[in-house]
């Protein structure tokens, strides 16, 4: 196909046999697994006693439903690879706000805080890796064969 | 055959057909942006623990929680494992042993320091490390890509 038919030699020729047969499925496993996480966000905010975890003043006006429901539905299409670039697109805007809304803790410059103040910006970054990629090969969209 | 990152043009038809050169541009990055924002996680930490003393804190803290003895030379590994792995996912350098480094670090993370604050992030529960942990799986899975230093000299783990 292009460059990415290159062989490369390997430091462990030994180990190949750990990812041989993994090696095509890590970007859907990446799509997998962060949709699944955006899907039990969704299922936390609309289904149990705490739906307004995380939240800051610039996600306020969202309501916690609203909120809840972008991040079950855009979960779930994440992770079938259905509409992934509209998905995608729509959790990037809902991350960056909570990126944008984190209150830094103390002094200390926010970009020198632990992974869990980093979390947000994280997701946000997921989701415009996702906006980039759209479904991929192994998703519903490449399935139908149209994509936005 | 490695990770999927060719932009495929012409396999998918597009919705709007006039995005298909912009997708043509970025798509091929995606792989590597996941891996740069996986290796910016824990740079700060990294950094924190090697250099301002970060890894007293968790000798005293969450190691000594944990059980462990001689923390001081754990914390020190931790700080390792962090700076280092960091800056070779952020260059795709032995992208497969730094990433995997991380997953083992993130195991001990995930199910032994964030398990008893619950799942969701925000009260701190386990979820920041299971993902990371989980995404850290797929880079040892993938490789570096197209984008990475393993790629630019021909060899990886």
Known sequence: ?148 | MIIDETPDAGAQKLFIPALAPLYALAAPLSYALIRVTMGLMFLPSGIDKMFLGGNARIAAGNLTALGLSNVVAWSWAVAATELFGAIFLILGLFTRFGAFSLVVLLFVITFGVQMKSGFLWSPRGFEVGLLMMLLCIAICFGGGGRFSLDRRIGREF
């Open chain 1, 1 to 148: 196909m292009s460059d990415d038919d290159v062989q490369m030699r390997k430091y462990l020729p030994w180990m190949v046999w750990s990812y041989r047969w993994v090696e095509l499925y890590a970007f859907a496993l990446m799509r997998l697994f962060s949709g699944a996480t955006f899907f039990i966000h969704g299922y936390a905010r609309l289904f149990t006693d705490n739906p307004t975890f995380g939240f800051n003043p610039l996600v306020e006006w969202l309501t916690p439903v609203g909120v809840g429901a972008i991040e079950l539905v855009g979960g779930a299409l994440l992770v079938l690879g259905l509409l992934t670039r509209p998905a995608s697109l729509v959790l990037a805007g809902l991350w960056f706000l909570f990126t944008l809304g984190a209150t830094p803790v103390g002094k200390q410059h926010w970009l020198m805080l632990g992974a869990f103040d980093h979390y947000p910006a994280m997701l946000f970054l997921l989701s415009i890796a996702f906006l980039m990629r759209g479904g991929g090969r192994y998703s519903l969209d490449r399935r139908i064969g149209r994509e936005f």
